[in-house]
């Protein structure tokens, strides 16, 4: 699947700035688990087009993007290369897959990206983000705590999860301890997954 599948604006030049990602993600999968290894066959879709296709829903107006548990940077880090007028603050704990992130931002030239080598709950307040996301991460209502204090701190706070098929089960659970709008999205990468973009949050 192309990138012009998502866009007819995405340049040769970003392509294959991706493709390099791609290449460095086989090379460093086989010292580091970046991702699952069962995905590596199909990994261009399952993990690059799954991220790239969040592009398309990324509201215009958002500037500062939080992406919770990048891992090995996914979405976070492909949008980055996706949209150089928007700042990415990837979050992740694990020092190795920071590692992997920074040569990829480096290599990429994402200089739009910055690295937070943190646990979510334990990193800076300072930044305050537009749109938080999260992929494959935790349940809804661990993402919505998880948000808490962004979302204390900006009313106007948006935030962008891709979800599996309980998507309806985690919208229910999260709705006992939260106030959202949200707005759904079919995946393109799979048949009973959707994208969620919530709004208005705050808790109840």
Same mark, same amino acid.
């Given at each position: 699947?192309?990138?012009?599948?998502?866009?007819?604006?995405?340049?040769?030049?970003?392509?294959?700035?991706?493709?390099?990602?791609?290449? /460095?993600?086989?090379?460093?999968?086989?010292?580091?688990?970046?991702?699952?290894?069962?995905?590596?066959?199909?990994?261009?879709?399952?993990?690059?087009?799954?991220?790239?296709?969040?592009?398309?829903? /990324?509201?215009?107006?958002?500037?500062?993007?939080?992406?919770?548990?990048?891992?090995?940077?996914?979405?976070?880090?492909?949008?980055?290369?996706?949209?150089?007028?928007?700042?990415?603050?990837?979050?992740?704990?694990?020092?190795?897959?920071?590692?992997?992130?920074?040569?990829?931002?480096?290599?990429?030239?994402?200089?739009?990206?910055?690295?937070?080598?943190?646990?979510?709950?334990?990193?800076?307040?300072?930044?305050?983000?537009?749109?938080?996301?999260?992929?494959?991460?935790?349940?809804?209502?661990?993402?919505?705590?998880?948000?808490?204090?962004?979302?204390?701190?900006?009313?106007?706070?948006?935030?962008?999860?891709?979800?599996?098929?309980?998507?309806?089960?985690?919208?229910?659970?999260?709705?006992?301890?939260?106030?959202?709008?949200?707005?759904?999205?079919?995946?393109?990468?799979?048949?009973?997954?959707?994208?969620?973009? /919530?709004?208005?949050?705050?808790?109840?």
């Amino acid at each position: 699947m192309s990138l012009n599948n998502f866009s007819s604006d995405v340049s040769r030049e970003t392509e294959d700035r991706l493709k390099h990602y791609l290449r /460095l993600l086989e090379k460093w999968q086989v010292k580091i688990n970046l991702v699952s290894p069962q995905t590596m066959g199909n990994a261009w879709e399952r993990h690059f087009v799954d991220s790239m296709q969040l592009s398309e829903v /990324l509201p215009k107006d958002v500037k500062v993007v939080f992406d919770f548990g990048s891992g090995g940077g996914f979405p976070g880090l492909v949008l980055a290369i996706m949209n150089p007028d928007k700042e990415f603050h990837m979050v992740e704990s694990d020092q190795k897959k920071c590692t992997f992130m920074r040569t990829v931002s480096r290599e990429t030239r994402a200089e739009n990206a910055t690295i937070h080598n943190s646990r979510i709950e334990t990193v800076s307040r300072e930044t305050k983000p537009d749109l938080i996301m999260a992929r494959a991460l935790a349940s809804l209502n661990k993402l919505l705590e998880y948000s808490s204090d962004w979302i204390g701190m900006n009313p106007d706070l948006r935030l962008l999860f891709p979800k599996g098929e309980r998507y309806e089960e985690e919208i229910q659970e999260a709705k006992q301890c939260w106030n959202f709008s949200f707005e759904e999205v079919e995946s393109v990468t799979g048949g009973q997954s959707s994208i969620l973009i /919530l709004s208005n949050v705050s808790s109840k």
